[in-house]
């Protein structure tokens, strides 16, 4: 019997989106940007102290590869030829800090994650040298001095490190964010592997100069980074080398695909919801929450607490474009922390079920400051809690309380956004996993008081990472002129509850939030005192002593 024929559909870019609890490999159409396949595989995120967030590298590695030959597996069970494959992308969680030696292609350290608060006491040393009137730090970066981004976490691992320290002494060691190590290994590792970033993961390192588009001497001697551990940095759409097919990847049929595309998460979701436009914004919910602005060729600073980050540069000779950012830490992070924490359910999805069950908090708010709070208040004294509980609430409410913590998060940023452009947004464009959460979207557009606007087809960061791949220089399957861009289905979500219930609810999340702040009062454990950690885990405490006021039948939902 003659083999079934493969289908024809012209070229395919695959995109990895490497995300802080999940790792994907995705295959688009590059004429119709239809996603024909996809594999998905979770991340396990250590806790080895509290406030400390690592990953294993390898682990990351290892959820790639899995995710591309499965993904294969998938295109070969639908009939579609895997040599159409033209190129891929890679889309990655940002700032998250990896340290690895080149003789070896062993990582030195776990991965530091954003999200990881053990660089307090670093950056409250660090911020005592900038003088008042001369911010350089902010004015070259567009950042604050924040536990977020790498340069503290490149410097926790040169001073705490051992490893670390004598690899850089022997002119042995690399320093990467997520994409940097991905692209080195998938491009052969210690056999040629290439050693480069792109614009807008090296924005978020705090050692680039945003301006000059270059890893900045000043700032490098600031926070003490050997300059030569740093990966070479391109623009987010060019090739940077070809794939090198691990001896464990049946994928072998993508040997020699170009890696052509590289954007930081949001910047990839900015790409894939199309928002080439000054003014045009998106927000994402992941594990953090994160609303971009294209804010075109021109740097614009915020005076309300929101970040100036590079947006993309699609090739080597365009343009680079800036945004304004507000970040997030907890949104995702948050139904996760119900799960794996506190066991009030058993999956990410039955907490739309939950939600629906009540239909409201019952007043009661939850504010997850896990990290701190990022935008726009920068105050990483602050730690989570839930109030306004009574014996009557349960886990319904508290449940529907951590979905609006998520949007009243959304509307702090907004309104900065909103203030810093002066032009108020008339919808969001939304993405990112939690959007399938119908509960949320509409809970969005409520507090906001605006539509929110989500497109059938979510992966748009995949598919940001699968545009800048195809249409590099080189490449050139996926057009990004536009007339040539597909146009995208769109759910729309139109507020459903009066302006004035939407203000009050909101006013009274404020005052949630301001009591929030000010739980810790030490410095952050990198010294390793147990007396220190003692005083941390306050806003947990008070999670914890709260659920035990409440009673477990409570929580359990029995009357």
């Known amino acids: 019997m003659a083999a079934a024929k493969k289908a024809v559909l012209g070229p395919l870019v695959g995109a990895v989106d490497q995300g802080t609890s999940s790792t994907r490999f995705l295959v688009f159409n590059s004429k119709t940007a239809e996603l024909l396949s996809h594999h998905q595989v979770e991340i396990k995120q250590e806790f080895p102290r509290e406030g400390w967030v690592e990953q294993d590298p390898k682990e ?21 030829d895997i040599s159409n494959i033209k190129a891929i992308g890679v889309s990655n969680q940002r700032e998250t800090t990896v340290v690895w030696d080149k003789l070896t292609g ?7 994650v954003w999200l990881d608060l053990r660089t307090q006491s670093t950056v409250e040393n660090l911020y005592k040298r900038i003088p008042g009137n001369n911010n350089f730090v902010k004015s070259k970066t567009g950042l604050p001095l924040s536990t977020y981004f790498s340069a503290v976490k490149l410097r926790w691992l040169l001073d705490n490190v051992r490893k670390v320290q004598k690899a850089v002494e022997e002119n042995r ?38 301006h000059s588009l270059e890893w900045d001497k000043e700032l490098c001697d600031f926070f003490g980074i050997p300059m030569e551990i740093l990966p070479n940095v391109r623009s987010s759409s060019e090739i940077y080398g070809l794939m090198k097919i691990s001896h464990s990847l049946k994928a072998g049929a993508l040997e020699g695909v170009p890696i052509s595309g590289c954007l930081g998460d949001q910047s990839a979701a900015l790409v894939g919801q199309m928002c080439f436009q000054d003014g045009q914004a998106k927000n994402t919910y992941g594990t953090g929450c994160f609303l971009l602005c294209n ?80 935008a726009p208040y920068w105050e990483p004294s602050a730690r989570g809690i839930i109030c306004g509980l009574t014996q009557f609430t349960n886990k319904c409410h508290i449940a529907f309380a951590a979905l ?20 108020p947004l008339s919808h969001l464009q939304v ?3 939690m959007t399938s959460n119908k509960i949320l979207m509409q809970l969005q557009a409520d507090i906001l008081y605006i539509p929110v606007v989500k497109p059938s087809m979510p992966e748009t960061t995949a598919l940001g990472a699968a545009m800048a791949a195809g249409a590099a220089e080189g490449v050139g399957v996926w057009s990004l002129e536009p007339e040539d861009l597909s146009a995208v289905t769109m759910e729309r979500f139109e507020p459903q509850i009066n302006a004035e219930e939407s203000e009050i609810r909101y006013s009274t999340w404020k005052k949630a939030v301001m009591k929030s702040m000010g739980w810790v009062t030490t410095q952050s454990p990198e010294s390793g005192d147990p007396s220190i950690f003692c005083s941390l885990p306050l806003g947990i405490f008070i999670v914890s002593s709260m659920v035990m006021l409440i009673g477990a039948r409570y929580i359990s939902g029995i009357p």
């Open 295 to 374: 804010t075109g060729h021109k740097c614009v600073f915020s005076e309300h607490g929101l970040l100036t980050t590079v947006a993309y540069k699609l090739g080597r000779d365009k343009p680079v474009y800036y945004a304004l950012e507000g970040s997030v830490a907890i949104a995702g992070a948050v139904i996760r922390w119900l799960r794996d924490n506190l066991g009030i359910i058993k999956s990410s999805e039955e907490i739309e079920k939950l939600a629906k069950e009540v239909g409201t908090s019952y007043g009661c708010y939850f504010v997850p400051a896990f990290s701190g709070l990022y």
């Open 404 to 423: 609006e913590a998520v949007c009243f998060q959304t509307r702090e940023i907004l309104d900065a956004m909103n203030r810093d452009c002066g032009i």
């Open 173 to 210: 060691a690399l320093f990467g964010t997520i994409d940097s190590w991905l692209i080195w290994s998938l491009t052969g590792g210690v056999n040629g592997g290439v050693h480069c970033t792109d614009v807008t993961n090296a924005s978020r390192t705090m050692l680039f100069n945003i």
């Open 106 to 112: 062993e990582p030195l350290y776990n991965a530091v």
């Open 60 to 80: 990351i590695l290892q959820s790639v590869y899995e995710c591309i030959e499965k993904t294969c597996e998938k295109l070969g069970q639908l009939n579609i």
């Open 431 to 433: 993405d990112g996993g």
